[in-house]
């Protein structure tokens, strides 16, 4: 069975196109495209998808007020924000509510496939373009020196496995990577969000871009 795949985007012409270039891939089944974040909601009951891709500005309830939602859940779907340049503001608030993923709508199509593949596999997804924009809305004055020592402090092999994190690699990549076991990293991983004190990969992503760019 595919990768299973709601779409909640308010425009039904980028629905359809999302649509048929996610399932020109054999491996992606979108089982559900809806307008509304409250269909957002009702079709993940329905159907137990893999991944959610939400569009923010939706009528009824917007991505965000779903993403509320959807953290609440006891097993949620793996959730991507799509958005576009003019909407970055939103997407550290989506950061916070578990967004794995943040997709910009004008993405190349095998991009978007690989990036539903990598979600649904446990991996964290940035758009570069995305990546640049929120870097620096990201910064907290006085925090960058913090955060680079508390990245000093990790062991070379949670450095490793942090850096591989911070490419978007899920656990099974990780452990092939390391030639450890999936429990193991998702060990290490478990304990390098506690260690950064951060709730999720991508943010574990972005922490490591912040501590670079400011190094650099």
Do not use: W
Not at 207 to 215: I, K, L, S, T, Y
């Amino acid at each position: 069975m595919g990768v299973r795949v709601v779409l909640a985007d308010d425009e039904p012409l980028l629905r359809a196109g999302l649509k048929v270039l996610l399932e020109a891939d054999d491996r992606v089944d979108v089982v559900a495209d809806v307008g509304d974040g409250q269909k957002l909601l009702d079709a993940v009951e329905r159907h137990q998808p893999d991944v959610a891709l939400i569009d923010v500005q939706m009528p009824v309830l917007d991505g965000l007020g779903a993403l509320r939602v959807l953290a609440q859940q006891p097993d949620p779907p793996v959730a991507a924000v799509l958005t576009t340049f003019d909407l970055d503001e939103y997407v550290a608030q989506a950061l916070e509510l578990g967004a794995q993923g943040f997709l910009l709508k004008d993405a190349e199509p095998d991009a978007l496939v690989r990036a539903v593949l990598d979600l649904a596999a446990g991996g964290a997804v940035l758009d570069p373009r995305i990546t640049a924009r929120l870097l620096p809305r990201m910064q907290l004055a006085g925090g960058r020196l913090r955060e680079a020592q508390l990245l000093d402090a990790l062991s070379g092999r949670e450095r490793q496995v942090l850096n591989l994190v911070a490419c978007g690699q899920s656990n099974a990549g990780i452990a092939a990577e390391l030639g450890l076991t999936e429990a193991t990293v998702k060990s290490y991983v478990s304990a390098l969000l506690t260690k950064l004190g951060v709730s999720n990969r991508v943010q574990a992503a972005l922490f490591v871009q912040r501590v670079q760019g400011g190094a650099s």
